[in-house]
C-alpha cells in the first residue's frame, strides 16, 4: 500500500492535503479475506433498500475493508511521527480484535486507544466517484458522509470521527452515465491487482452535528452529510485534530 500526499485545489484559491492511497495485490488480498468473513451475516440489502446478489454485496466489503486499511495505514504513519502522543497508543481495527466471529454489527471501523484509556472510535466511509471528470474535483462536488438511517434501519450511533474515502471508479453493477464512460470500473481494477483511492476529508461528531445536513444522495438512505466534502477538514487538519484530542491533563 502507497500512500502519497497531494494538494487539490480547494474553493477561493485554496488548497487542500488530501491522500492518494496505491493498493496492490496483497492489500486486495486481505480486503477480500475480511469481506468473505463478513458476507454470511451482513445485511444484503443497500443503504437505500435495494438487495444485492452475493458477489455484489462482496465488492462493496471489499471497498470498505481497502478504505479501513488505508485510513489505519495513514493513521500508523501519523502516530510514528507524531512526538507528544501518549506512549502506548494503539491503532484498533474491528474486525482485527473482534470476538463475536462477525455476528453482530460493528460499533467501529478503526479507533485509537491510549493507555489512559482514551478512546476515539471512527468510522471510515468508502465511496465511488464515477460522475465527474477529475478526481481533484471530488471534494468540491460530492459529500462527506456521517451517521443514516432507512426504512428498515435506525439511526447508528454516533462516532467520534468519520473519514471520507473515494474510488474514482465505477461499480460493474451501475450502469456508466452518460458522458463517463472512461471511468474505470471497480471490479476490474480488483482483479487486475491495483486500486487506487483517495482520503478526501475527515470531521469530527461535534463539526458534523454543527454544519451538516440531510441528504439522501447515497443509495436513498437518509445521511447527517456535509457537503461538499470540501467543507470539512482536509486530511492533515483530520489528524491534527485527531491526534491532538487524545493528549490528557496529567495530575499535578
Keep these: 500500500m502507497l500512500l502519497t500526499e497531494q494538494s487539490w485545489p480547494a ?3 485554496l488548497s487542500r492535503g488530501i491522500i492518494q492511497v496505491d493498493c496492490g495485490p496483497s492489500d ?9 468473513l463478513k458476507l454470511a451475516t451482513v ?21 470498505g475493508k481497502l478504505a479501513d486499511a488505508a485510513v489505519g495505514a495513514w493513521l500508523q504513519q501519523a502516530c510514528a511521527m507524531h512526538p507528544a502522543l501518549p506512549s502506548g497508543t494503539v491503532l484498533l481495527e474491528y474486525d482485527r480484535v473482534r470476538t463475536d466471529e462477525f455476528q453482530y454489527p460493528d460499533p467501529y ?34 459529500s ?16 467520534d ?4 474515502a473515494f474510488f474514482y471508479a465505477r461499480p460493474e453493477d451501475l450502469p456508466a452515465p452518460e458522458g463517463f464512460a472512461q471511468i474505470p470500473v471497480f471490479e476490474d481494477c480488483l482483479n487486475q491487482g491495483k486500486v487506487t483511492l483517495y482520503l478526501v476529508a475527515g470531521v469530527s ?35 491534527r485534530r485527531l491526534l491532538q484530542s487524545l493528549h490528557v491533563r496529567q495530575a499535578a
Design 144 to 159: 462527506l458522509y456521517g451517521w443514516y438511517s432507512t426504512q428498515n434501519k435506525a439511526m447508528e450511533p454516533e462516532k
Design 109 to 142: 471501523d478503526l479507533a485509537l486507544l491510549t493507555p489512559e484509556g482514551v478512546l476515539r472510535n471512527m468510522e471510515v466511509r468508502a465511496s465511488f466517484s464515477y460522475r465527474v471528470g477529475r478526481p481533484s474535483t471530488i471534494a468540491r462536488k460530492l
Design 28 to 36: 486486495i488480498e486481505r480486503a477480500r479475506y475480511y469481506a468473505d
Design 43 to 63: 445485511n444484503p440489502h443497500g443503504p437505500g433498500g435495494l438487495l444485492r446478489n452475493k458477489q455484489v454485496v462482496r465488492n462493496r466489503l471489499t471497498a
Design 161 to 164: 470521527g468519520y473519514w471520507q
Design 11 to 13: 474553493a477561493e484559491g
Design 205 to 239: 461528531r461535534a463539526l458534523l452535528e454543527r454544519i451538516g445536513q440531510t441528504r439522501k444522495d447515497q443509495d436513498q438512505a437518509e445521511y447527517w452529510a456535509i457537503y461538499p466534502a470540501e467543507r470539512a477538514w482536509d486530511i492533515p487538519e483530520m489528524t
